[in-house]
């Protein structure tokens, strides 16, 4: 099976939740800091930009999840 090689069975369900509440909370934190700061008098920026150092930040925690 597909699944069982990226969810193995030694995961537990905690480590499931924590994984889930640390990605909900960057992209929450994420969607309110770029409506902050797209909507400040500031210069502004191309939103590509926020989503490349977005997904570099997700990619970091990921691994520093993983490596625990």
């Known amino acids: 099976c597909l699944c069982c090689t ?5 995961v537990t369900l905690l ?3 924590y994984c ?7 992209a929450a ?3 309110i800091a770029l409506r ?3 909507t400040s008098d500031k ?5 590509t930009t926020a989503v490349c150092i977005t ?10 999840i993983l490596a625990k």
Not at 43 to 47: H, N, Q, R, V
């Open 29 to 31: 934190v994420y969607t």
């Open 15 to 17: 480590f499931k939740l």
């Open 20 to 26: 889930l509440a640390v990605m909900t909370l960057m």
């Open 55 to 64: 997904e570099v930040i997700k990619l970091l925690l990921s691994v520093g």
């Open 43 to 47: 210069e502004l920026y191309f939103s």
């Open 36 to 38: 902050y700061t797209r």
């Open 6 to 10: 990226y969810f193995p069975d030694n």
